[in-house]
């Protein structure tokens, strides 16, 4: 028992100042915080994600480019954003069904992240629209990458006889601070470079 003014025994566990139940309270409480905190991140990570293709979201992908375009900014390098568009999509899910078109997408999904660097930054924009963030890039040459990325289709193509091709557009356009200002501002100006028409509406 405790008496006022008398001081505390050496080797006194702090707990039996409370009692054993508080101390018990306690650690349930910070369990309880840590589920809590799991919990919300995973939220997070749900809401970036893509959950067909598996790679970020638009709202994902425009906060990693964000992110990656910080970076850059730090260390005086360039970036350069590409803009994929699946070519016919629209007639690949009406002839062949939706499944079929969910699978032309998470085949290109896969390429993207194949050739790409890990430093790289890509995502699914809506639709079929896919982008990619290159950073520590400029005057990227888009037949150099266009080649690579229809060989590695070619090969799925054989591989699959679908029926169909999967085809691609790609637009590109450099990073300048003075101009985009942001990654929300990139993603806008490449938008009207190809039509004008917002992510995810094509």
Known sequence: MLVPGKPIKPGTCADTLHGPDTALQERELLRDLARQAEQEL??????????????PNHHGFEALAQRGLDACLQLGKPATLLFFDLDNFKHINYLYGRAEGDDALKTFADVLRIAFRESDVIGRMGSDEFAALLTGSNGVEIPAIRARLEEMLDERNATVHRGYDIRFSVTQLEFHPAQHQSAEGLLAAISEQVGGHPFGHS
């Open 42 to 55: 995973t939220a997070v990570q749900v809401a970036s994600m893509d959950e067909l293709t598996l790679l």
